[in-house]
């Protein structure tokens, strides 16, 4: 399966500052899903979008949909050091249990 | 959701030897899945493991490199066999709790140096 691309492959910003990251896919999907990984550790779930929804919320984060040009962004507001990491998306397709297939990710790096 | 433990953290091995990583759930689940991250990278699938059945390989991944044991429906090994330089990454078990679909939980993962 094709990993899906991710933007920007890094990204530096300040503290109080908002973070976008975008991933765009090749095949249809379930759902899409972010992940966040710190230093090369395991994976951390974020948020879960539907195939059906086009926005989700979870406190900082806004993640949006499009189905239709095959991509996503996820919006990390008023940044914080310990936001440091890398971030991926991941797509599931229209099977029950799921293999995900993972974006290539963006290290974002938050400066105090 | 689930608790997965993996061991060994990390390990540096000699090339041409094999080590087992090991993944354990505190809850039992019906599907277990083995990731590769080579370094700076993303995560691969390396293959489904079922219990009670073989586990399904990704291309790109064979059985005799990559064996795969599921005891139970809560454990689960991943052997890199005969190793090289090259099988140096992170590898990672992840767990899915609903059939609906959902989130992934991982293990921290087991940093593998080949040398």
């Known amino acids: 399966s094709q990993q899906g691309e991710e933007d920007p492959q890094a990204l530096s910003i300040q503290e109080g500052e908002n973070a976008t990251m975008n991933c765009s896919y090749k095949t249809s999907i379930n759902n899409l899903q972010w992940y966040r990984q710190n230093s090369g550790r395991g994976l951390v779930h974020l948020i879960l979008?539907?195939?059906?929804?086009r926005e989700k919320h979870s406190g900082r984060l806004r993640v949006t949909l499009d189905t239709s040009k095959k991509s996503s962004s996820l919006l990390i507001t008023a940044s914080r050091a310990a936001d440091t990491a890398s971030y991926f998306c991941a797509t599931a397709g229209n099977t029950g249990f799921q293999k995900l297939v993972f974006g290539t990710g963006t290290r974002l790096l938050v400066s105090p | 959701s689930a608790v997965i433990s993996q061991k060994p953290s990390r390990d540096i091995c000699q090339r041409g030897t094999s080590l087992t990583i090991q993944c354990q759930v505190d809850?039992?689940?019906?599907?277990m899945f083995w990731y590769r991250q080579q370094p700076g990278q993303s995560l691969t699938l390396i293959a489904t493991a079922n219990q009670g059945s073989e586990a399904t390989y990704e291309s790109g991944f064979v059985i005799d490199k990559f064996p795969i044991s599921r005891p139970n429906l809560t454990f689960s090994t991943l052997t890199v066999s005969n190793m090289s330089p090259e099988d140096s990454s992170i590898y990672l078990c992840s767990v899915e709790t609903s059939p609906l679909g959902g989130e992934a939980f991982f293990g921290q993962g087991t940093r593998l140096t080949v040398v």
């Open positions: 809850s039992q689940v019906t599907m």
């Open positions: 979008i539907r195939s059906n929804e």
